[in-house]
């Protein structure tokens, strides 16, 4: 009988100790891919703990700081601006080492997100810090896909980063709950976000209490720098003599290097954008406008809107996000889009559908907003992996072309959210529903889907690469011959 337990036991320590080392050696890998991915998985884990607590500076800046409607929109204004200026340093970074355009910038985001804690009075000030923040973290961006790319087998790339934002969704689901509920327990005496924490922990230090909410900003803050300093370890895969093939372009130079990308040379990518410009404008149409609809249309009240806009698609996220890049490294690229697509645009539709189903059987009221979110929140890591990490890697060349084609990545990002946040603006001062352009939102996603679809069936009626792994092996190919 003891036997049999202790042999139950060592089997059970055996089964935790495989999960354990395959949570930190990643998916099979060796040698320099497998220290890159457990220095990967750290920042992703800090970095989605800091993205949680930031996520309430707005609040924070509402019910701390008055802030007015119009100092909201900052930190997407800077974040558009950090896109823009994204397009002409990931053509500078294209022949130049790229951990210094991670590690640079990420120190600058850490930074400006500490210096919110210093913010006691203003708004604008507080926000335009956040934004700032935001636009330093997206000038990583391209650099990070080029690490990605070079350090990483493509045959489990996708897995990988899929793990990696498994992990990174649950982080960010954790604190942004728990700071909320932080601030929530402030305020929960009658006083302000910005109350004191009790001031017996301070005075056995001998220090002035200090406001929760800048404490949370500082933690953040701390949270972001320790992710870079993380990513900072990792030893990039770079060859010298690729660093100095060429001379670096100058600033005309280099958009006119990005404008051959999309003109003439590869139009295989230049289909590609107009199939993510379509999705992300459709997508940018509504979705600021989910807060009103979930608040105004359906009645709900703080916690439910918070649930279904930021816990229940992050714990979707973190159950399929895994599987989907997995599956991801074994389909085409194409194909994989249109899965996200379809899904993304069911969302909007779903929630646009309760008030007419809700009428009929009152029970949708509950159920079919869940059901949207969920579908959104299992392919939301997935399209993260296609759009900000892989995707590129189906159509760029390796080597310094990556840089390039991400930093385009990030551009149409950015011109996209500008461009769909304005019509969306000019739609609803003319007086067109939330309701409405969730409906016209959700099908312009689908018919990107759709599209994705055809470009997937055109691609292999031309005998083109089918996944990623084939579209690379042509280019080792090339340099065996």
């Known amino acids: 009988m003891l036997a049999r337990w202790k042999r139950r036991l060592n089997s059970a320590m055996h089964r935790a100790l495989t999960i354990i080392r395959g949570f930190f050696h990643g998916p099979g890998f060796r040698g320099n891919a497998a220290r890159t991915f457990r220095y990967h998985l750290m920042y992703g884990i800090f970095d989605g703990t800091a993205g949680g607590i930031l996520l309430n500076a707005p609040l924070v800046a509402i019910k701390t700081f008055d802030a007015a409607n119009w100092h909201l929109p900052l930190r997407e204004l800077y974040a558009g601006l950090g896109m823009m ?49 935001a636009m330093f973290e997206i000038f990583t961006r391209p650099a990070i896909a080029a690490i990605v790319r070079t350090n990483y087998p493509v045959e ?28 929530h327990r402030a305020t929960g005496g009658g006083l302000d976000p910005a109350a ?4 017996s922990t301070y005075r056995n230090f001998g220090l002035a209490p200090v406001p929760t909410a800048q404490l949370l900003m500082l933690t953040g803050g701390l949270l972001s720098l320790v992710a870079f300093l993380c990513f900072r370890q990792i030893r990039v895969d770079e060859a010298p003599r690729e660093e100095c093939a060429s001379p670096t372009l100058g600033f005309i130079g280099s958009f006119r290097a990005l404008w051959d990308v999309i003109s003439h040379r590869n139009g295989r990518f230049r289909r590609y954008l107009l199939g993510c410009f379509v999705d992300g404008f459709f997508q940018m149409l509504y979705f600021p406008l989910i807060w009103v609809f979930l608040s105004r249309d359906l009645g709900y009240g703080y916690v439910r809107c918070v649930a279904l806009m930021h816990v229940v698609p992050a714990f979707a996220a973190f159950v399929a996000t895994g599987a989907l890049g997995r599956l991801f490294d074994r389909i085409n690229p194409w194909i994989a889009w249109a899965g996200v697509r379809f899904a993304w645009g069911a969302d909007a539709l779903l929630l646009a559908a309760t008030p007419a189903v809700a009428s009929v059987f009152p029970p949708a009221l509950f159920f079919l907003p869940v059901v949207a979110r969920v579908l959104r929140g299992s392919v939301q890591g997935g399209w993260w992996i296609l759009w900000w990490q892989v995707g590129v890697t189906y159509f760029a060349p390796p080597g310094e072309e990556t840089s390039r084609y991400a930093g385009l990545m990030v551009f149409l990002n950015g011109t996209t959210r500008l461009l769909a946040s304005a019509v969306g603006m000019a739609l609803v001062a003319a007086s ?29 009626q031309q005998r083109g690469p089918q996944t990623i792994v084939d579209f690379e092996y042509q280019f080792e190919t090339q340099r065996e011959t």
């Open 432 to 460: 067109v529903s939330p309701r409405l352009l969730l409906v016209v939102g959700g099908v312009g996603v689908i018919l990107s889907g759709v599209y994705s679809l055809w470009q997937a069936g055109w691609e292999l």
């Open 196 to 199: 004191t924490a009790p001031a």
């Open 85 to 133: 200026l994204t397009l002409y340093l990931a053509s500078q970074m294209a022949r130049r080492s790229k951990m210094p355009f991670v590690f640079f910038p990420g120190m600058l985001a850490a930074v400006s997100a500490m210096a919110l804690a210093l913010v006691t009075g203003s708004a604008f000030w507080f926000l335009t810090l956040l934004g700032v923040g």
């Open 156 to 183: 489990k790339r996708c897995c990988a980063v899929g793990q990696i934002r498994k992990w990174s969704s649950l982080a960010f689901l954790t604190s942004s709950v728990v700071s909320a509920y932080v601030l």
